[in-house]
């Protein structure tokens, strides 16, 4: 059974990014039994082949598959523009692709730790917004949901740079907010806390001891 009880969003389609995992995964799972349609979008096309045919299963989800990285501009461009026209009308976007690298001193910090979250956390996600958002604005419909962090407002020993792309991501939030004034468009941005998601395991990047420290007492 499930833990809410879904609105119904009969023949909606929403894009999920990141949908491969953790925050993800859930919100795939909870619009699909909710009856939208749904594009999985994420890195690992293998994932979400699996994901898809679970919601099938669960819930005989229609859903569409969009292997992408949100950090390249022009593949989020392309794979938008060339989706099927019965895709097209994106009702709901959900900006959940994001990552974490290290827990380094800002001083000693690995520079692709912090260029891998800025392009992901920061970037990646007004990439995804650009290419979607005007076509709302012309549908004069559609929900545009950030999923940020309490890092936004609470920084961490180590997590300075990631705290900053989710304080980054609140402000874009409140931005497009201003912007869209005037439109029957929503913002929402959603700043969750600790989540149990492989999110440690990709911070430490791969080291799964050191994630699960993360969750000890809990």
Excluded at 18 to 42: K, M, N, P, V
Excluded at 209 to 214: F, G, I, L, T
């Amino acid at each position: 059974a499930s833990f809410f009880m879904p609105i119904s969003l009969t023949g909606k389609v929403v894009l999920i990014t990141g949908a491969s995992s953790g925050i993800g995964t859930s919100c795939a799972h909870y619009f699909a039994e909710a009856g939208a349609r749904i594009i999985l979008s994420a890195r690992r096309k293998e994932k979400l082949i699996l994901l898809a045919d679970e919601l099938q299963q669960k819930y005989q989800a229609k859903t569409l598959l969009l292997p992408l990285d949100v950090q390249k501009s022009d593949a989020i461009n392309t794979s938008i523009q060339g989706l099927p026209a019965n895709w097209q009308a994106i009702d709901v976007l959900i900006n959940n692709a994001g990552l974490s690298r290290g827990l380094d001193k800002q001083y000693e910090a690995p520079l692709q730790d912090w260029e891998e979250m800025i392009d992901t956390n920061i970037k990646g996600l007004l990439y995804m917004t650009r290419a979607i958002a005007p076509g709302m604005i012309a549908r004069n419909a559609g929900h545009v949901i950030n999923i940020g962090s309490i890092a936004a407002r609470y920084t961490y020993p180590g997590g300075s740079v990631y705290c900053a792309t989710k304080a980054a991501v609140k402000v874009l939030t409140e931005g497009l907010k201003i912007d869209l004034l005037g439109t029957p468009i929503r913002v929402t941005n959603i700043e969750p806390g600790l989540v149990e998601t492989d999110f440690s395991n990709v911070r430490f990047r791969g080291d799964t001891d050191r994630a699960k420290n993360v969750y000890e007492g809990m």
